[in-house]
């Protein structure tokens, strides 16, 4: 039983005799283990390959996300620098009327923290979660510098009568650790009273989950408006002869290839009131000149440009799919009494789902998390939760409330693609 | 996609209006890109087609804003149009200095995500590639993860990237790679790699693996292997990966206004200003030269898919 080397890491020699054989390679180890071993060194070569990005992609993205997360219920701008009065919020239960030795505390706390400049952070920490604070903590920090005498509370409040606000004392205990879930609470419109419960911010107050709520909303618009508009397309390109679809195709992967900003001005330039549209309405005499509809820096703009921006993910992804559909089967119900509709609605379309699927999955995945079309175009109403996290970043700075946003949209995305891998696949992705 | 012999009158019609249908939606892809090339020659600031150039009257068209892409930022931008006029635009014309700084970033970041992308996307196609389905998950996230959040963990990631070590509770100082180029590069390549590694692992896929061992069992060492077999057979999927790893750079703005500083204004930033603040039709022909930019791409694209079908002996379905 002279066995031909069959691969060249192990030549296989088994006993003669044909008894019970224990399969060893020609060196007399056992086969198993020599597999096992040239597997693992298989295995080690393949993830050397992939180590460098992975460890790039670690450490310049999936941690720098994780640390900005962090932010959403971890800040310390109260705690770390009013030690003594966190200490006291520490000792007491919530609820508890602050005593003499809470107020000179205080009284310490706000001397020590004016000293050493941090007063801004710590009244900044209190603002977020009661508007208008910052400035009490400011100012009372520059006249306690210049010295301040027990009776400590009667001082305060002869500073500002504010400090008696029990409410401004519920804020403070749930600022003195420096782990807070406040932020998460405020972006689903909800905070605490004064008695530590969870309560519903005032109706002029509610923004977030209408906001949230838009952007879902409006991404399964936007994602349903890509299937009516997406799949007559994909339907002609796959049924086509593939030079005919060929050159359609290119109408399809232009836009896609073509700068997002550049297809934004385009629909700023078309739909703006002194704009194309408005001007062929006007001069087909369907409008007057004076009743030119607004069709951008409204919902509608953001609508209409981010449908234009996703509809290739549609395409793309329902078209592969398509192409891959026998006729015959159509014709086979067609022949057996089969009207049309009933063909394609029994027949044709089952078939499209998968690509169905993916392309709607992909469209509303990014149209969740748009941010520059909605920020040009979107006017007020058109604004989606992507763009109050930016407003966060870069104008109110409360960097803690726009981490927290982003943990709940990042969420909702993550499940999604999820979803997107479990039924689809990431490595059924195609571009083009 | 002829009328089947079969079909009734009802049925005709309906695939006329089809053929409506599909042409008005070709027409709602194409026309806002189109019409943007015509309304850059405007000759007056308007955003729409005036009188002048309905009746094609040369009057109505101009270069000014094209002109306009040169002058904004020039010192001397008045003088006689010599030699010294042009080293002028080519030092402190805005958009200039943008367009280098776009092409810059473009290219580096695109050289680094092909290698690194390659090189994983060669791993994971390997069949012995463990967590295989995690991995390519991940590496795919950047495309799927809002970029405004991206924007924000880099945001504070670059502002101080040793930061990352009080992880392991030291407690270290080093520099910025915010506003510096090396931020925007590696912001830009993270962003580009998910392209990079999908278009080389369908490359890969059709891909022979035996063709590795007969060149292995014929004596070649394993980087002669590559060199001469693998590279060759995916060279159309690593470049059409290079050019969307270069696009996904050249078009992006988000990562750009967290990190970048006043010295890499790219020109998706510098239109994002104009748009933001003034918006003129020196824009349009911005997006005009772009549009010009990205059929070129399109083009150079298609041609490497087809080419990579026939090599590998794929027909097109």
Same mark, same amino acid.
């Given at each position: 039983m002279a066995n031909a080397a069959l691969d060249p890491h192990a030549a296989i020699a088994t006993t003669a005799?044909?008894? +019970?054989a224990r399969l060893t390679t020609a060196d007399g180890k056992p086969l198993a283990r020599a597999l096992a071993r040239s597997q693992s060194k298989a295995r080690r070569r393949a993830f050397l390959l992939v180590a460098p990005l992975l460890a790039f992609i670690l450490i310049t993205f999936v941690v720098p996300i994780g640390q900005m997360l962090q932010r959403s219920f971890h800040n310390d701008g109260f705690s770390a620098n009013m030690p003594q009065v966190s200490a006291w919020f520490a000792e007491t239960p919530a609820g508890t009327v602050p005593d003499d030795a809470a107020w000179a505390a205080l009284a310490a706390d706000l001397t020590a923290s004016a000293e050493a400049r941090s007063i801004g952070v710590v009244g900044t920490r209190i603002n977020y979660d009661m508007a208008g604070t910052r400035s009490l903590f400011t100012s009372t920090g520059r006249k306690v510098r210049r010295g301040i005498e027990p009776p400590y509370r009667e001082a305060l409040l002869e500073i500002?009568? #504010?400090? @008696?606000d029990p409410q401004l004392w519920s804020v403070m205990r749930s600022a003195s650790? &420096? $782990? %807070?879930?406040n932020f998460y609470l405020a972006s689903v419109d909800r905070t605490r009273n004064e008695m530590g419960e969870i309560v519903q911010v005032p109706e002029n107050r509610r923004i977030y989950l209408t906001l949230f709520w838009r952007t879902f909303w409006l991404s399964g618009l936007i994602t349903a408006l890509t299937f009516v508009l997406g799949f007559p397309i994909a339907h002609l390109l796959a049924t086509l002869p593939m030079r005919k679809s060929n050159l359609l195709m290119i109408l399809v992967l232009l836009p896609f290839w073509t700068s997002l900003l550049v297809r934004t001005t385009s629909w700023m330039v078309l739909l703006q009131q002194q704009g194309v549209i408005n001007d062929i309405l006007v001069w087909l005499g369907i409008i007057g000149d004076g009743q *030119?509809?607004?069709?951008?820096?409204?919902q509608t703009g953001t609508i209409i440009a981010m449908t234009h921006i996703l509809l290739p993910f549609m395409i793309l992804p329902l078209y592969s799919v398509m192409r891959t559909i026998n006729p015959s089967y159509v014709r086979a119900a067609r022949s057996l009494g089969a009207t049309s509709w009933t063909a394609f609605r029994r027949v044709y379309f089952p078939q499209t789902l998968p690509g169905l699927g993916a392309g709607a999955m992909l469209v509303f995945i990014l149209a969740v998390g748009y941010y520059i079309t909605p920020a040009l175009v979107g006017g007020s109403s058109g604004q989606l939760i992507s763009n109050m996290i930016a407003m966060h970043m %870069?104008? %109110?700075?409360n960097w803690s409330m726009a981490a927290a946003l982003a943990a709940l949209l990042l969420g909702a995305v993550l499940v999604l693609y999820w979803l997107y891998d479990r039924? $689809? @696949? $990431?490595?059924?992705l195609k571009l083009g | 996609m002829a009328v089947p012999t079969y079909a009734s009158p009802l049925e005709r019609i309906w695939h006329y209006a089809y053929i409506a249908i599909c042409a008005a939606i070709f027409f709602f892809l194409i026309a806002p890109i189109v019409v943007i090339i015509p309304l850059?020659?405007? &000759?007056?600031?308007?955003f729409t087609f005036t009188d002048k150039m309905l009746s094609f009257?040369? #009057?109505?068209?101009?270069?000014r804003w094209y002109d306009s892409l040169l002058t904004? @930022?020039?010192? &001397? +931008?008045?003088?006689? *149009?010599?030699l010294s006029w042009w080293g002028d635009a080519w030092a402190n014309a805005k958009w200039v200095q943008a367009a280098k700084n776009s092409i810059i970033i473009g290219i580096f970041s695109t050289i680094l995500a092909t290698v690194l992308g390659t090189l994983a996307a060669l791993g994971l196609s *390997?069949? #012995?590639?463990?967590f295989r389905r995690a991995i390519m998950a991940i590496l795919i996230s950047p495309m799927i993860v809002p970029l405004i959040i991206t924007a924000t963990g880099m945001f504070f990631f670059y502002s101080?990237?040793?930061?990352?070590l009080t992880l392991f509770g030291l407690d270290p100082q080093c520099g910025r790679l915010a506003g510096t180029y090396l931020g925007v590069i590696f912001a830009h390549v993270t962003l580009g790699i998910p392209f990079v590694i999908i278009t080389v692992t369908a490359t890969l896929v @059709?891909?022979? !693996?035996s063709l590795n061992r007969a060149a292995a069992s014929l004596g070649a060492s394993p980087r002669r292997t590559f060199f001469k077999v693998t590279m060759p057979l995916i060279l159309p999927g690593v470049i059409s990966g290079a050019l969307f790893a270069f696009v996904t750079s050249f078009d992006e703005v988000v990562a750009v206004l967290f990190?970048?500083?006043?010295?890499? !204004?790219t020109i998706p930033r510098q239109m994002w200003n104009g748009i933001r603040e003034q918006i003129s039709p020196a824009i349009l022909a911005v997006a005009t030269l772009l549009v010009v930019f990205s059929i070129a791409l399109l083009t150079t694209v298609e041609l490497l898919r087809r080419r990579s079908e026939r090599i590998r002996g794929v027909t097109p379905h």
């Amino acid at each position: 039983m002279a066995n031909a080397a069959l691969d060249p890491h192990a030549a296989i020699a088994t006993t003669a005799s044909g008894a +019970p054989a224990r399969l060893t390679t020609a060196d007399g180890k056992p086969l198993a283990r020599a597999l096992a071993r040239s597997q693992s060194k298989a295995r080690r070569r393949a993830f050397l390959l992939v180590a460098p990005l992975l460890a790039f992609i670690l450490i310049t993205f999936v941690v720098p996300i994780g640390q900005m997360l962090q932010r959403s219920f971890h800040n310390d701008g109260f705690s770390a620098n009013m030690p003594q009065v966190s200490a006291w919020f520490a000792e007491t239960p919530a609820g508890t009327v602050p005593d003499d030795a809470a107020w000179a505390a205080l009284a310490a706390d706000l001397t020590a923290s004016a000293e050493a400049r941090s007063i801004g952070v710590v009244g900044t920490r209190i603002n977020y979660d009661m508007a208008g604070t910052r400035s009490l903590f400011t100012s009372t920090g520059r006249k306690v510098r210049r010295g301040i005498e027990p009776p400590y509370r009667e001082a305060l409040l002869e500073i500002d009568e #504010e400090w @008696g606000d029990p409410q401004l004392w519920s804020v403070m205990r749930s600022a003195s650790t &420096a $782990v %807070t879930s406040n932020f998460y609470l405020a972006s689903v419109d909800r905070t605490r009273n004064e008695m530590g419960e969870i309560v519903q911010v005032p109706e002029n107050r509610r923004i977030y989950l209408t906001l949230f709520w838009r952007t879902f909303w409006l991404s399964g618009l936007i994602t349903a408006l890509t299937f009516v508009l997406g799949f007559p397309i994909a339907h002609l390109l796959a049924t086509l002869p593939m030079r005919k679809s060929n050159l359609l195709m290119i109408l399809v992967l232009l836009p896609f290839w073509t700068s997002l900003l550049v297809r934004t001005t385009s629909w700023m330039v078309l739909l703006q009131q002194q704009g194309v549209i408005n001007d062929i309405l006007v001069w087909l005499g369907i409008i007057g000149d004076g009743q *030119r509809l607004q069709m951008i820096y409204n919902q509608t703009g953001t609508i209409i440009a981010m449908t234009h921006i996703l509809l290739p993910f549609m395409i793309l992804p329902l078209y592969s799919v398509m192409r891959t559909i026998n006729p015959s089967y159509v014709r086979a119900a067609r022949s057996l009494g089969a009207t049309s509709w009933t063909a394609f609605r029994r027949v044709y379309f089952p078939q499209t789902l998968p690509g169905l699927g993916a392309g709607a999955m992909l469209v509303f995945i990014l149209a969740v998390g748009y941010y520059i079309t909605p920020a040009l175009v979107g006017g007020s109403s058109g604004q989606l939760i992507s763009n109050m996290i930016a407003m966060h970043m %870069t104008d %109110t700075l409360n960097w803690s409330m726009a981490a927290a946003l982003a943990a709940l949209l990042l969420g909702a995305v993550l499940v999604l693609y999820w979803l997107y891998d479990r039924l $689809v @696949g $990431v490595d059924n992705l195609k571009l083009g | 996609m002829a009328v089947p012999t079969y079909a009734s009158p009802l049925e005709r019609i309906w695939h006329y209006a089809y053929i409506a249908i599909c042409a008005a939606i070709f027409f709602f892809l194409i026309a806002p890109i189109v019409v943007i090339i015509p309304l850059s020659f405007n &000759a007056e600031p308007y955003f729409t087609f005036t009188d002048k150039m309905l009746s094609f009257d040369p #009057e109505g068209y101009s270069m000014r804003w094209y002109d306009s892409l040169l002058t904004f @930022g020039m010192t &001397a +931008p008045d003088g006689p *149009r010599d030699l010294s006029w042009w080293g002028d635009a080519w030092a402190n014309a805005k958009w200039v200095q943008a367009a280098k700084n776009s092409i810059i970033i473009g290219i580096f970041s695109t050289i680094l995500a092909t290698v690194l992308g390659t090189l994983a996307a060669l791993g994971l196609s *390997r069949p #012995e590639m463990p967590f295989r389905r995690a991995i390519m998950a991940i590496l795919i996230s950047p495309m799927i993860v809002p970029l405004i959040i991206t924007a924000t963990g880099m945001f504070f990631f670059y502002s101080n990237p040793c930061e990352l070590l009080t992880l392991f509770g030291l407690d270290p100082q080093c520099g910025r790679l915010a506003g510096t180029y090396l931020g925007v590069i590696f912001a830009h390549v993270t962003l580009g790699i998910p392209f990079v590694i999908i278009t080389v692992t369908a490359t890969l896929v @059709g891909f022979d !693996q035996s063709l590795n061992r007969a060149a292995a069992s014929l004596g070649a060492s394993p980087r002669r292997t590559f060199f001469k077999v693998t590279m060759p057979l995916i060279l159309p999927g690593v470049i059409s990966g290079a050019l969307f790893a270069f696009v996904t750079s050249f078009d992006e703005v988000v990562a750009v206004l967290f990190i970048a500083g006043p010295d890499q !204004q790219t020109i998706p930033r510098q239109m994002w200003n104009g748009i933001r603040e003034q918006i003129s039709p020196a824009i349009l022909a911005v997006a005009t030269l772009l549009v010009v930019f990205s059929i070129a791409l399109l083009t150079t694209v298609e041609l490497l898919r087809r080419r990579s079908e026939r090599i590998r002996g794929v027909t097109p379905h």
